[in-house]
């Protein structure tokens, strides 16, 4: 392994795993329009659920959870942007039925 200098830093370079869900959704959306950051930004909150899930599918999602960590605020944008991913081949997503349960989402293409 090398040491470059870059800026004021030293940087020890290393082989990495590429996460192939995450390289391929970008490359899914690098030509799509429709695709906002905010749309990008809950994509990657319910990419990090399933992950944690253990990387299967069907993944369980509490909404004020995943909006926290999307960093989205309102209701509004939320419902759009998960109405907006499923219209447009990201996902499917199954709300849930009621306030005290859980909705699921299944990440497309992995």
Not at 20 to 47: C, K, N, W
């Amino acid at each position: 392994m090398e040491l470059k200098r870059k800026g004021q830093f030293k940087i020890k370079e290393q082989e990495m795993e590429i996460f192939q869900p995450l390289t391929g959704f970008y490359d899914a959306i690098e030509e799509d329009v429709r695709i906002s950051t905010t749309h990008i930004s809950l994509y990657m909150a319910l990419l990090q659920q399933w992950n944690i899930n253990g990387g299967t599918n069907h993944v369980a999602i509490d909404r004020s959870s995943v909006m926290k960590a999307a960093k989205i605020s309102g209701r509004y944008t939320y419902n759009k942007c998960m109405n907006n991913l499923q219209e447009f081949g990201y996902i499917t997503y199954l709300p849930a039925l009621n306030q005290f349960s859980c909705s699921t989402v299944i990440l497309r293409g992995l």
